[in-house]
Structures are given as structure tokens and as C-alpha cells.
């Protein structure tokens, strides 16, 4: 992708200035990009025309209600609090990928048509659990859709898609290109349009040959479907590494959802989760969301001035890559960013917990199973029985079965040394004048871990789990409690252990010394009747 030069010495926003004016259509703009995105661009590109956002009905809801519940997210406060007016560009479309033309009326169609000239498509399902079947008629099937309602947009200039670096799991590099999918993605459409449930099922491991999940397959055969359509459309795909907490916007440490990361600490700090699979020494390859999205705002924004300028029209739809990921060299491991979360866990600890927050990562994955037994299941169980006799619901064992899935699938990603390169997020970031250096920062190079970590806690605290500032006082008592809890527990546990030793020592002995006594005695024999044959 051949970036394109702003003009240094400008005191406006090349970038702003572009979207003015614009029509924009976003799907997925209910998820956590989605948000950000939305409200990034009402705040930095305000002078934009409209933004649809596509957007599910809910039983006896219009529109109108649905647009002002999704404003009520406390990601959109500081935009409300100096611009309440704004919200007046975005509408809500009804809409979903999961019906016959994204299920839009044809008013909605002919106006979308007419008027979009940018697509964001950010709409997925990002399960790592599922079967499929949903993934491949939301990710894949929901994709063509978005295509083809692209196509009839007589005013496109730029469609996003928003990928992953996760869509190709086998490569040990993964490059910013395409790359194609193990299988042609119409005939998976079609396989999955007409085979029943026990059928995809008992083919879907060969399918997915060696990719971790049904994801990670259906993304790549996305882009694949994607590359099917150019010279058609002016698209550019993106992909995001695991994308993390904010540093700044909208608010310092905003997050939604327990996925990734964010469950693993959320587990850890609630003293339910002791041991992790992973190599320490790799790195956590994540970008805070605001970075992701400056980089698909730049994304929009550079697709769109490549078409304008190519002159050979086979050239001017070629679809384009971007790796939205921080730089391996700039990255924390994932044994730094786990110790650094500690400890600040220790200082700012979470008011309700089932135990002291403490275990640790395992390389070795018997060694992590060891530890998962006698330190996840048996504490269950032995706290359920209690829970159960005292006439209480049991829960723990069915919490830690949970906590088991997840990290199970976690530790894929934290136990495989990933490279992505992202020479075109790089400089596409570097090519910025001052003002959109400033506006649009993708910037990481400097990022100070320690303090993001901090405010990526801070920020799980406040806006996933509603714990404010005031009750970190509280929480502080709650952990001193499990810590003497903790170490009168080793303690005792230490104690009986040694105490059972030491009380059955001779009984081990003197059975050690039968052992001994009756296999001599069987070689003897054994060598006698050897002999005397």
C-alpha cells in the first residue's frame, strides 16, 4: 500500500478534513471498537455529514429508543458533556447480518446506496467456542452481505474490514497481504447452508487443519471472500492484535467485556485462578483500542486518497492489508505484563474476592495441570461440600470449569511466539502532520507499560465490575484478611502434611522393606527354577 504524504507545515487535520462531509455506515457499532470508533469520530471528525450504524431491532424498541440507550454508554460522556448535540449525525438503521440483506428495508437500502461513501466493518462474533455454523453465517456469510450492499453504493470511496492477526495461525510470519483460505469460502458457505449439525461437527477438525479455533477459520476465509472482489471495491482489511484497554479515549482504562486479558486478571485478582499456561518470555501481543482505532480511521482515510490518486483503474480497487499491532521490540512479555498486574492488584484490590490473589504462570503444561488439580479443583470441591452440608448452593466447581475452558483457550495465544509485521501501520502513522500526529495517535513506540497496566486495572475496576475509588479502603481490609487466611492455611497444610509423614514413616518403612524382601525373593526363586530346567 503505497502511503500518502500529509502536508507537515498544515495547521488543520488532513484527516478531519477528509471526513467532513461524509456519510459513513458502521456495522458492529454496538462491540467495543464499535463504541470507540463511533465516538472518535463524532469527537475528532465532527463536521462529518451522517453515520448509520447498523444496528439489531429489539422487540417493541424503535430506533429512536435504541439510539438514545446506546448514547447512555459511559464511553460517550465527556463527547456529551461538550457536544450533547452531536448525536443528532448518527441514525440507527435496522439492521442484521444474520438476515436475507442484512435485513433492511428497501428505503433503507436505496438511502445507504445513495449516500455511503465509507464503511467501517466491524461487526463479528469473536467467540472462541463456538461451532461452525454461527461463525461462518456471522463472519463469513455476514461479510458477503456487506459486499454486496458495497457494490451498490454508486459513492464508495473507502470500506474497512476489520480482521485479525489471529487469521492465520499456521504462518510464522504473518505479512501485510493476502493470504488464501484452506478452503474456497463459497463452498464452506454452501456445506454449511445444507449439512446438519452431527455433520459439521465431525468435519469441522479437518477443516480447520491446525487453526486454533472457528474464529480464527472464519476470519480467514473473510479476507479470502474479500480478495474475490478486487478491482471491484476500494477495501483495505485490517488486523488488530488482541485488542486491550484504552490509554486515554475515550476514558483512561475504558473496557468492555471479560474476554482475553481482561478475564484472565479479572480471575487472578478474585484468587480463582493460580496457575496459567505460558512461556513468560513471550510477548503480549496487544494494542490499546484507541490505537487500533486511529489506525482504522487513518486506514479509511488512506484507502480512499490511494483510489483517487492511482491512475491505472486494474490498480485503483486492489484490496490492501494493515496490521494494526504494536512492534515486537516495543511489547512487554507476557511474564512482565503478569508480574507488573500483580502487584498493582496488591494495591488496588477488588472488594469481593473468593481468595488471596496469588499462583503463578507455568511453562510447562504438566506442571500447569498439576497445579489446576490440586489448586483449582480440589479447593472447589472441598469448599462446595462444605457450601453443600451447611444447606447453601454449591457453585465453585462449576466457576472453576469455566475458568479451565477459558484458559484453555487462552493458552494458545500465550504459548506461541507471534510475529506480525506492520511496516504499513508504521509508516502510515509517520507520514502524519502535526495535528493528526496528535489527533490520531497510533504512537506506542514509548508506551510506559506500568502506567497502562495501572490504568487498565483501574480501568476493569471502575467500568467492568463497578467498583469506584471509595472502595478501595474496603478492598485493602478484605485482602489483608485473605492473606493471613492464605498463610494460616499453608501453614496447617504444611504442618498435617508433615505431621502424616512423620507418623507413617515406619509403616512406609517396614512396607518399603517387604517390598524389597518379596522381590529377592522372587528373583531367587525365579533364578533356582531357571536353573534346576
Not at 200 to 212: Q, V
Not at 372 to 381: C, D, E, G, K
Not at 474 to 495: E, G, H, N, P, Q
Not at 508 to 533: K, M, P
Request: proline content about 5%; charged content about 20%.
Amino acid at each position: 500500500m503505497e502511503i500518502l504524504r500529509s502536508n507537515a507545515g498544515s495547521g488543520e487535520s488532513e484527516i478531519a478534513k477528509f471526513y467532513a462531509n461524509k456519510t459513513i455506515l458502521i456495522t458492529g457499532a454496538t462491540g467495543f471498537m464499535g463504541k470507540v470508533l463511533v465516538e472518535k469520530l463524532l469527537r475528532s471528525c465532527g463536521d462529518l455529514n451522517v453515520i448509520y450504524l447498523l444496528i439489531r431491532t429489539k422487540k417493541g424498541l424503535d430506533p429512536s429508543v435504541r439510539k438514545e440507550q446506546y448514547f447512555k454508554c459511559v464511553s460517550f460522556s465527556k463527547l456529551l458533556e461538550k457536544n450533547p448535540d452531536i448525536v443528532d449525525k448518527v441514525r440507527v438503521v435496522k439492521g442484521d447480518l444474520l438476515e436475507p440483506d442484512l435485513g433492511l428495508s428497501a428505503n433503507d437500502i436505496n438511502t445507504l446506496a445513495s449516500n455511503v461513501e465509507i464503511v467501517f466493518h466491524c461487526a463479528a462474533n469473536v467467540r472462541f467456542d463456538q461451532p461452525l455454523r454461527p461463525m461462518v453465517m456471522m463472519n463469513v456469510v455476514g461479510t458477503l452481505k456487506v459486499l454486496r450492499l458495497a457494490e451498490k453504493m454508486s459513492n464508495l470511496q473507502s470500506l474497512v474490514h476489520v480482521s485479525t492477526s489471529y487469521c492465520q495461525c499456521n504462518e510464522s510470519v504473518l505479512e501485510e497481504r493476502a493470504y488464501p483460505a484452506p478452503q474456497n469460502p463459497f463452498s464452506i458457505i454452501e456445506m454449511v447452508e445444507t449439512m446438519d449439525d452431527a455433520a459439521l461437527a465431525e468435519i469441522t477438525p479437518k477443516l480447520l487443519n491446525g487453526l486454533p479455533n472457528t474464529y480464527a477459520y472464519s476470519k480467514a476465509l473473510s479476507e479470502d471472500l474479500i480478495c474475490r472482489y478486487n478491482t471491484k471495491l476500494p477495501i483495505i482489511i485490517t488486523r488488530p492484535s488482541i485488542v486491550t484497554a484504552a490509554i486515554s479515549e475515550p476514558l483512561p482504562g475504558w473496557i468492555e467485556g471479560v474476554t482475553g486479558p481482561t478475564g484472565l486478571m479479572i480471575g487472578a485478582a478474585r484468587g480463582v485462578i493460580r496457575s496459567m499456561h505460558c512461556n513468560p518470555l513471550y510477548s503480549s501481543t496487544v494494542i490499546p483500542v484507541d490505537k487500533a482505532i486511529n489506525g482504522l480511521i487513518l486506514c479509511g482515510y488512506q484507502r480512499a486518497k490511494a483510489s483517487s490518486q492511482e491512475k491505472a483503474p486494474s490498480k485503483r480497487n486492489e484490496v490492501q492489508f494493515c496490521n494494526l499491532c504494536i512492534s515486537k521490540k516495543a511489547l512487554t512479555s507476557w511474564g512482565d505484563s503478569i508480574e507488573t498486574g500483580r502487584r498493582f492488584f496488591y494495591e488496588t484490590p477488588l472488594s469481593f474476592s473468593l481468595w488471596y490473589p496469588g499462583g503463578s504462570i507455568k511453562k510447562n503444561y504438566y506442571h500447569h495441570l498439576f497445579c489446576v488439580i490440586f489448586f483449582h479443583y480440589l479447593p472447589a470441591y472441598f469448599i462446595d461440600f462444605l457450601m453443600l452440608i451447611s444447606g447453601q448452593k454449591p457453585f465453585l466447581v462449576n466457576v472453576q470449569r469455566k475458568v479451565s475452558m477459558g484458559l484453555k483457550l487462552l493458552q494458545y495465544y500465550t504459548t506461541k511466539d507471534w510475529e506480525f509485521q506492520n511496516e504499513k501501520f508504521q509508516e502510515m502513522s509517520s507520514q502524519l502532520n502535526a495535528i493528526d500526529e496528535e489527533m490520531f495517535d497510533t504512537s506506542v513506540g514509548q508506551l510506559n507499560w506500568e502506567t497502562y497496566i495501572s490504568t487498565y486495572i483501574m480501568g476493569m475496576r471502575t467500568y467492568i465490575l463497578r467498583e469506584s475509588p471509595s472502595t478501595l479502603p474496603y478492598a485493602r481490609k478484605v485482602l489483608r484478611r485473605f492473606y493471613i487466611l492464605d498463610c494460616v492455611s499453608k501453614v496447617l497444610f504444611f504442618t498435617l502434611t508433615f505431621w502424616f509423614l512423620w507418623t507413617h514413616m515406619d509403616g512406609f518403612v517396614e512396607s518399603g522393606d517387604a517390598f524389597i524382601r518379596s522381590s529377592l525373593s522372587s528373583i531367587y526363586h525365579e533364578r533356582n527354577n531357571t536353573i534346576h530346567a
